[in-house]
T-cell receptor, first 114, second 118 residues
């Protein structure tokens, strides 16, 4: 069974640009969550999608958005990039039935903003 | 809201020695607790979780953790570590189901880097 797949693995952008990251969950999983990981702030929850609807949201500015498609694949978009957006972005999938579920994480997309 | 404090940012230990990674949490509601491990250039992998019942939880790779409600702690232990255990370990918490607001949303500690020396 394939794991959670994130593309691209690495990305370099400049300030002011926008970026789209992709996440394909494990087959059968309907929930996809996104996290930002930085050395200073650690792991922070961005948002969670279930059946194409955003079900939960963290404390990030509106420049961070996402969506989920009918096949459960999810994309995350960051507009007007800032230097502080440089981070490892991780997505995680699960069946989405409750907080006691195990999250399966992808290897992440390393975003560098110059 | 929940918060998690991992008391040690780095823990060096020799191979075959025991190790304890400390985690304290704060929450006004009941929670589920997790330990995840992250190897270099990889995502996170679940080691173990506490949902309810026995306060001693056993996980993969010989790790175990003990939930202490009075001390709001969830320390991770391993009696004998291997070189391959070198990684970063994260304690995480989510509120136990309350209208589904916890779905997919974990609050993580800052992480503890475990380095096992030969």
């Amino acid at each position: 069974k394939a794991g959670v797949t994130q593309t691209p693995r690495y990305l370099i952008k400049t300030r002011g640009q926008q970026v789209t990251l992709s996440c394909s969950p494990i087959s059968g999983h309907r929930s996809v969550s996104w996290y930002q990981q930085t050395p200073g702030q650690g792991l922070q929850f961005l948002f969670e999608y279930f059946s194409e609807t955003q079900r939960n949201k963290g404390n990030f500015p509106g420049r961070f958005s996402g969506r989920q498609f009918s096949n459960s694949r999810s994309e995350m978009n960051v507009s007007t990039l800032e230097l502080g957006d440089s981070a490892l972005y991780l997505c995680a999938s699960s069946f989405g039935q409750g907080g006691n579920e195990k999250l399966f994480f992808g290897s992440g997309t390393q975003l560098s903003v110059l | 809201a929940q918060s998690v404090t991992q008391l040690d940012s780095q823990v060096p230990v020799f191979e075959e020695a025991p190790v304890e990674l400390r985690c304290n949490y704060s929450s006004s509601v009941s929670v589920y607790l997790f330990w995840y491990v992250q190897y270099p250039n990889q995502g996170l992998q679940l080691l173990l979780k506490y949902l309810s019942g026995s306060t001693l939880v056993k996980g993969i790779n010989g790790f175990e953790a003990e939930f202490n409600k009075s001390q709001t702690s969830f320390h991770l232990r391993k009696p004998s570590v291997h070189i391959s255990d070198t990684a970063e370990y994260f304690c995480a918490v989510t509120r136990s189901n309350a209208g589904g607001t916890s779905y997919g949303k974990l609050t993580f500690g800052q992480g503890t880097i475990l380095t096992v020396h030969p």
